[in-house]
Each structure stands twice: as C-alpha cells, then as structure tokens.
C-alpha cells in the first residue's frame, strides 16, 4: 500500500473489528439469565450497567417496541453490524486505491527500469518478459524417456496370504526394481503402492531396465517370493521433450510424454514392454519389438516380449 492510504486502510479495519465487538458486547446479557448465580461476579454486574447505561440511552431518544418486546437492544446490535459493514467496505476501497497506487510505480523485481504505466505493464515489457520466460524454460527442456512398471492383479495376488509374507514379498519386490533401475542410471522416480515411473536419460536406458526387469522375475518368482502367485508386470514406455528440474519430484511431473508412458502400460500384456511408434524411432536396439495391433494416444503401439 502507498503512505498516504496504508493508515486509512488500517484504521478502517480497526473502525470495523470494534463495531463488530460491540454487537457481541451487548448480545452478551442475553445470556446471563442462563448462568447460575451469575451476577455473583464483578464483571458480569459491570456488563449489565453498562448494557443498561447504553439501552436507556436509546429508549431515551428512540422509544418503541416490536410485538411488545423493547427494541432498545436490537437497535443497538443492527447498528452495530451496519457500522461494521460500512467501515469494512471503506477498508477494502482504500486498500484498492493503495494497490492502484503503488502499481504505477517502478517494478525493481522485473528488472531495472522496468516502468510500469497506470498498473498495467506496457506491450513491450510483456514481450520482454515473456522471452525472458521463453528462454529459461527451453534451457529447461531435454529430451528424456520414461519407463512405467506396474504389477499385474497385485490385489488378487495378496488373498488368503499371511500379511506379513505379502508385506516381505512385495519389499523384495521393490529392492528388486530399485536394483535394476540404479543399473540403468535412473534419474528420479515416483512409487504408487505397487508401481512405479521411473525417468531416463534417454530411451535405451528405459527399454533395457524393463527387459532387465521380465527377465530377472523367472529367478524372483523362483527363489525369493514366498506367497503363491507369480509376479508379473507391465511395462510401458515413451519419450520426448519435457521440462525437468532436478528439484522438482517425479509425481509433481506433468507432460502428457509421461501421461503415454502411463497409458503404454496399461495397454501392456503381462511381461512385456510396450511403447509408441514415435518412441521407437528412438531406440537403437529394436530387436523382439513388434505390432501390437493397438492404438493407444493416437500412437501405434509396439510390444516386446511375449505376444
């Protein structure tokens, strides 16, 4: 706010708070009668002569009553509220014009000499500020892949097992993924409960930590889960160019190029890895990847593994 409005803005606010303390005020006695020997305390008997001070006063200028009730009281609290009312209208105006004011100042943060006319920033320093934007965000942008691992009826597989061998096969499970995708060079991850997306320098890396991972569950299933249904996973794959920043974790991520990835996934058969035509263009080693006879996205969809 400018110098000149900051104090009637605040005043104002303090106008409102006590005009709306007073209509509490003189609501209070109301419920005195409820209280058992409540006029036994200083304070109570202080508020009722000062409630009678003031409802005398108004039966002295104003003297009428509603349904046979004295209106002294009523009077007293909807002027109250009026009054609040009207002063916090007066602080929300002058807090507008401070707010006014102050935008056709000079704007330090958008760089010097940045002149910001009537509150609104001229054209040009839009476009300015803009291209500035424009350009941080393409140094932003790489083109990166992304793999998304998720196990098949992981519900159905936990019936009528032990809690507890579930809760230690599914841990195995997850040290099992984290172990293939560190050997890629996996750049950050998003776990669900029983999945995972997982981001890539670069679409080799991706389709390898799937592979990697179809082909170690023979050996899982075999010698380290103890319940009795298999592990089996879809894999969906898709790359391109999106805005990453290593401070952002993976699941606050949005790009529909991840979205795909998702999508691949879920359009998966068992143990296999499916991906995007436009993905596959990408991969050096397409070897095993063929049709799957599928649209998903608006894409081909490719598939290694099982068919």
Not at 117 to 136: D, N, P, T
Not at 173 to 191: P, S
Not at 268 to 280: C, D, G
Not at 289 to 296: L, N
């Amino acid at each position: 706010m400018s110098t000149a409005t900051r104090p009637l803005a605040s005043l104002m606010r303090l106008f409102a708070i006590a005009a709306m303390l007073t209509a509490f005020f003189f609501l209070l006695p109301l419920g005195v009668p409820y209280l058992e020997n409540a006029e036994t305390y200083w304070f109570v008997r202080r508020l009722l002569a000062i409630d009678k001070e003031y409802t005398d006063l108004v039966r002295s200028l104003i003297s009428f009553k509603v349904s046979g009730h004295d209106s002294a009281r009523g009077i007293i609290v909807v002027l109250a509220f009026v009054v609040s009312r009207v002063f916090s209208r007066l602080r929300r105006h002058f807090a507008a014009q401070a707010y006014i004011a102050e935008a056709g100042t000079i704007d330090a943060t958008a760089g010097a000499g940045t002149a910001i006319a009537g509150g609104v920033k001229s054209r040009a320093v839009l476009l300015e500020i803009m291209a500035e934007a424009q350009k941080k965000l393409e140094t932003m942008q790489r083109d990166l892949a992304f793999l998304s691992i998720d196990v098949v009826g992981s519900t159905d597989m936990k019936i009528g097992e032990d809690q507890t061998q579930i809760e230690i096969d599914f841990r195995s499970y997850k040290k099992f993924i984290e172990e293939a995708i560190a050997a890629n060079g996996a750049m950050t991850t998003a776990w669900t409960p029983d999945g995972v997306m997982i981001c890539f320098p670069t679409v080799d890396a991706a389709v390898a930590t799937a592979q990697k991972v179809i082909a170690g569950l023979q050996n899982f299933n075999k010698n380290v889960k103890t319940i009795r249904a298999n592990f089996r996973v879809r894999c969906g794959v898709n790359a391109g160019p999106v805005y990453y920043d290593r401070s952002i974790p993976m699941e606050q991520m949005s790009d529909r190029v991840i979205d795909v990835a998702g999508h691949m996934q879920k359009y998966a058969l068992p143990n296999t890895v499916a991906m995007p035509k436009p993905a596959m263009a990408k991969l050096t080693k397409k070897d095993g990847f063929k049709p799957a006879g599928k649209e998903v996205d608006g894409f081909e969809m490719y598939q290694w593994g099982k068919q």
